[in-house]
């Protein structure tokens, strides 16, 4: 019973959070993965809340995905040329997150450059399939946890194929390894596999800034091997006591908007110390 799993759970939000069977996304398993304190605080604990500060950086890739969705839809005939495109992309800047008028002036070149050279490629790519589904939420129902992905686009092939496409706008370069190792996109292949158990899947990343792409399709025993070990993390999830928990430092942590709630963990500030990165953590601050 997923109730039962549940009993060492009391930190604020949860209570709400245990009425219903719990949503795994990969963003909320990768942050479990990553570190189970930022879990708490994005997810568990209220607090976190107001240490969340905006990222430039999900500001400008939020801002490419909407404009790739709307360039790839049927529904927005008038988001077909790059001018247009760069005119959508304008319009609907996020803005959110940059430090100065500079850097937002610099990321807005870099996005019209990255959008003129993504629809030319497009323009002179002779391609067998069409867009099935754009910006779509599928979602599987395990006993325990629903497992949820939000897949940026799946495209139909000729063949029947269906390939997951994923936009990735931080990075220039992308390799089949890559693919393979992504836990989101073996999630986004379980979920299809889950919805289209009769077709071919793949998984495709494109790295937009240079229009760099590879993709990865998981053989039967690595689908199976995969399920098994989502389904042990979110055990582990489950079985996971956010009061009982004390944050761990690592290099993660000189990032990470919940530092100033970790250090008033005294465990955490002497680990720190050892490890030589208390200054990292919050410099010039005396802790
Ligand atoms: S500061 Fe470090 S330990 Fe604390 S939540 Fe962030 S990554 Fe985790």
Known sequence: MVFSKYNNFSV???KEEIMKKILLSPTKIVTFLACRDKFKWTYLDKRGKWFLRAKHYYSFGTTLHRVLEKYHSEKY???KTAEQVLSDMEQNWLSAGYSCSQEMEEAMMEA????????????ERIRDAVPLYLEKQFKHEYDDFNLIGRVDRVDKHSDGMLEIIDYKTGRDTVSEED??????MSIYQLLLRKLYPESKIMATIIAVKTGDEASYSLNTD???EFENDIKFIANEIFKFNPEKSEPEPK?????????RLCIKYPSFVEKASLNGIKDKLLPGKQI
Do not use: A
């Open 12 to 14: 604020g939000t949860l």
């Open 77 to 79: 005939p008038e988001v």
């Open 112 to 123: 019209r450059e990255i959008l003129t050279n993504y629809v030319t490629k497009q323009q």
């Open 179 to 184: 693919v393979k190792e992504d836990v989101s």
């Open 222 to 224: 690595e689908m199976n």
């Open 251 to 259: 290099p993660l942590c000189e990032n990470c908007d919940f530092k």
